[in-house]
């Protein structure tokens, strides 16, 4: 897929993402963010270390917590993040994960330290 472009998914210039996590997870995780407006993203960083995120379009504030708040919720009852996870690498999958720095993830509470 080459680089991660903001407004690739939205068309907008500006999305809140949210979400965070370590390795890349599974077809479910996208459904639940499609249910919300939302999406889901696996990436593979220039180091190889598989992280992903959710995103939607930049709203403001009080949009963009509901979206993220009912797609956490979803996760939650899927399971969580743990139970999503995409324990193998897929090397089909693989060649769509996107690359992007690490510094670039904003707006999110549940980060992980990297």
Same mark, same amino acid.
């Given at each position: 897929m080459g680089e991660y472009r903001f407004g690739l998914h939205s068309g907008e *210039?500006?999305?809140y993402l949210f979400g *965070? =996590?370590? %390795? =890349?997870?599974t077809a479910p995780a996208d459904q639940i963010a499609g249910r919300? %407006?939302?999406w889901h993203v696996n990436y593979t960083d220039p180091h190889g270390q598989r992280r992903g995120w959710?995103?939607?379009p930049?709203?403001?504030a009080q949009f963009d917590q509901a979206i993220a708040r009912a797609v956490m919720a979803d996760i939650d009852r899927a399971g969580g993040i743990e139970s999503l996870r995409r324990d193998e690498r897929d090397p089909a999958a693989d060649r769509f994960c996107v690359n992007i720095e690490p510094s670039e993830i904003v707006n999110s509470d549940r *980060?992980?330290?990297l």
């Open positions: *210039v500006s999305e *965070v =996590h370590y %390795g =890349h997870l919300h %407006g939302a959710f995103a939607c930049n709203r403001g *980060v992980p330290p």
